[in-house]
């Protein structure tokens, strides 16, 4: 009889500490398998907040939804009530939809950020003849403003938020400037990972002058070069991290030197077996 009661309370003790160090977490995914085809990338869209909820963590997950995935098989369906906002991008009303589908096996659900201007009337980061999209700038602030805005919404203060692809490079700028006074993220931590994956053209002239709402303001940005490349937009990604993630095997070289002279908490690449280096990882920037 004693025993069985000193199990039960010792049960409710560990599922009491369980919740209390369980965290919120937000990954803003450039790619997920399998709503997309395969790639280091994409594995680890889906494979991380899975790894993390696994762990006892609160996750909610957002990618683009590009053109080329097949809402029919993926089974994906609008959320009316954080649909209907416009974002104002270039001087022109962009229509902003999300949609949320339910990863097959597994209890991740993904939302994606909509719009026929930017996303499902193409393909994703390149053309039919493999050329980079010359607006490639505007659909990366469309998809960071509109992640932010959909979290307004939920009302979900998230502990972390994990971005992972050069797609949300432009979220830990925000979170910093324009969106640090909403409640829901004045605590939050902002982490990104580094991918191999790359742009191959810039993100042109225009890009400072177009990512401007609120305090991010253009007049911040200029320590980096006009036009904006992949190594410019990954260093405004770590300048505005609180922690950086080796998250491949071959990053770019240029911005791990960047990363290490920024003194910023860095995770060094892992391996396979990443779950439990990813936790303490958050952990470790949670307490500081």
Not at 5 to 30: D, G, H, P, V, W
Not at 240 to 252: K, Q, R
Request: proline share 4%.
């Amino acid at each position: 009889m004693i025993n069985s009661l000193f199990s039960q309370l010792f049960r409710t003790f560990a599922l009491q500490n369980r919740r209390e160090m369980a965290k919120r977490i937000l990954f803003i995914n450039q790619e997920t398998i399998p709503f997309v085809p395969e790639t280091e990338l994409a594995v680890m869209g889906k494979k991380v907040p899975q790894a993390i909820q696994e762990r006892g963590c609160e996750i909610r997950t957002f990618m683009p939804k590009w053109g080329t995935i097949n809402e029919r098989r993926g089974q994906l369906h609008e959320v009316q009530r954080l649909s209907g906002m416009n974002l104002i991008i270039n001087e022109t009303d962009h229509p902003l939809v999300i949609k949320v589908a339910t990863i097959v096996g597994t209890r991740v659900q993904v939302y994606f950020i909509d719009n026929d201007d930017y996303f499902s009337k193409r393909q994703m980061l390149m053309d039919t003849n493999g050329e980079d999209y010359p607006d490639n700038g505007e659909r990366t602030i469309f998809f960071a403003r509109g992640v932010l805005e959909a979290v307004n919404k939920q009302r979900w203060a998230p502990d972390i938020i994990h971005c992972q692809g050069w797609m949300s490079a432009v979220i830990p700028f925000y979170i910093k400037t324009a969106y640090k006074d909403e409640p829901w993220f004045s605590n939050t931590k902002v982490v990104t990972s580094l991918f191999t994956k790359h742009l191959d053209k810039d993100l042109g002239l225009s890009f400072k002058e177009y990512v401007e709402y609120k305090d991010a303001k253009a007049s911040i940005l200029s320590k980096y070069g006009e036009n904006f490349n992949f190594e410019q937009l990954g260093k405004l990604a770590i300048d505005y991290s609180d922690g950086i993630i080796e998250a491949d095997a071959e990053i770019n070289q240029e911005l791990l030197d960047y990363a290490a002279a920024q003194n910023k908490p860095l995770l060094k690449f892992p391996g396979e077996d990443f779950g439990d280096a990813y936790m303490n990882f958050y952990e470790q920037l949670y307490q500081e």
